[in-house]
Protein backbone atom coordinates (compact mmCIF):
# COMPACT_ATOMS: atom_id res chain seq x y z
CA UNK A 1 0.00 0.00 0.00
CA UNK A 2 1.82 3.36 -1.01
CA UNK A 3 1.57 5.48 2.21
CA UNK A 4 -0.01 8.93 2.03
CA UNK A 5 3.36 10.64 1.52
CA UNK A 6 4.27 9.46 -1.34
CA UNK A 7 0.78 9.72 -3.24
CA UNK A 8 1.12 13.25 -2.07
CA UNK A 9 4.52 13.73 -3.63
CA UNK A 10 3.70 11.92 -6.81
CA UNK A 11 0.51 14.08 -7.14
CA UNK A 12 2.55 17.05 -6.49
CA UNK A 13 5.01 16.01 -9.43
CA UNK A 14 2.33 15.44 -11.62
CA UNK A 15 0.67 18.58 -11.09
CA UNK A 16 3.78 20.53 -11.57
CA UNK A 17 4.53 18.60 -14.73
CA UNK A 18 1.44 19.61 -15.96
CA UNK A 19 1.18 23.30 -15.01
CA UNK A 20 4.91 23.41 -16.19
CA UNK A 21 4.21 22.46 -19.83
CA UNK A 22 2.49 25.01 -21.43
CA UNK A 23 5.77 27.48 -20.40
CA UNK A 24 7.85 24.79 -21.83
CA UNK A 25 6.22 24.64 -25.19
CA UNK A 26 5.93 28.45 -25.35
CA UNK A 27 9.83 28.58 -24.54
CA UNK A 28 10.54 26.31 -27.34
CA UNK A 29 8.25 27.61 -30.29
CA UNK A 30 8.81 31.09 -30.15
CA UNK A 31 6.26 33.27 -31.93
CA UNK A 32 7.28 34.55 -35.24
CA UNK A 33 9.48 37.84 -35.67
CA UNK A 34 8.23 39.90 -37.89
CA UNK A 35 10.53 40.00 -40.87
CA UNK A 36 12.82 43.63 -41.43
CA UNK A 37 15.12 44.73 -43.86
CA UNK A 38 17.65 43.40 -41.27
CA UNK A 39 17.00 40.21 -42.12
CA UNK A 40 19.15 39.84 -45.62
CA UNK A 41 21.78 41.00 -43.31
CA UNK A 42 21.58 37.97 -41.37
CA UNK A 43 21.52 35.56 -43.76
CA UNK A 44 25.33 34.72 -43.78
CA UNK A 45 25.19 33.62 -39.99
CA UNK A 46 23.38 30.15 -40.40
CA UNK A 47 26.21 29.74 -42.85
CA UNK A 48 28.76 30.52 -39.87
CA UNK A 49 26.81 28.22 -37.63
CA UNK A 50 26.93 25.04 -40.01
CA UNK A 51 30.52 25.34 -40.21
CA UNK A 52 30.73 25.80 -35.93
CA UNK A 53 28.32 22.78 -36.29
CA UNK A 54 30.53 20.88 -38.81
CA UNK A 55 33.77 21.79 -37.01
CA UNK A 56 32.06 20.37 -33.63
CA UNK A 57 31.32 17.54 -35.79
CA UNK A 58 34.73 16.49 -37.13
CA UNK A 59 36.29 17.50 -33.19
CA UNK A 60 33.71 14.70 -32.26
CA UNK A 61 34.47 11.97 -34.86
CA UNK A 62 38.34 12.19 -33.88
CA UNK A 63 37.73 12.09 -30.03
CA UNK A 64 36.13 9.23 -30.90
CA UNK A 65 38.28 7.72 -33.35
CA UNK A 66 41.24 9.04 -30.69
CA UNK A 67 38.86 7.01 -27.71
CA UNK A 68 38.33 3.75 -30.18
CA UNK A 69 42.72 3.75 -30.60
CA UNK A 70 43.14 3.83 -27.38
CA UNK A 71 40.90 1.25 -26.21
CA UNK A 72 41.56 -1.30 -28.79
CA UNK A 73 45.73 -0.30 -27.34
CA UNK A 74 45.05 -0.78 -23.47
CA UNK A 75 42.81 -4.46 -24.83
CA UNK A 76 45.75 -5.33 -26.70
CA UNK A 77 48.02 -4.55 -23.96
CA UNK A 78 45.80 -7.18 -21.79
CA UNK A 79 45.98 -9.34 -23.78
CA UNK A 80 49.70 -9.95 -24.06
CA UNK A 81 49.76 -9.17 -20.26
CA UNK A 82 46.90 -12.46 -20.08
CA UNK A 83 48.77 -14.42 -22.70
CA UNK A 84 52.36 -13.91 -21.05
CA UNK A 85 51.08 -15.07 -17.90
CA UNK A 86 49.41 -17.99 -19.41
CA UNK A 87 52.83 -18.61 -20.39
CA UNK A 88 54.94 -18.42 -17.65
CA UNK A 89 52.19 -20.52 -15.48
CA UNK A 90 53.01 -23.28 -17.90
Same mark, same amino acid.
Given at each position: ??????????????????????????????????????????????????? @?? &? +?? =? !?? %?? /? $? *???? #?? @?? &? +?? =? !?? %?? /? $? *???? #?????
Amino acid at each position: MISRFARLSLALLISATVGLSPIAVMAADPAPAPTSVAAPAAAPAPAAQSD @KA &A +ER =K !AQ %KQ /A $K *KEKK #AK @KK &A +EK =K !AK %KK /A $K *KAQA #AQAAQ
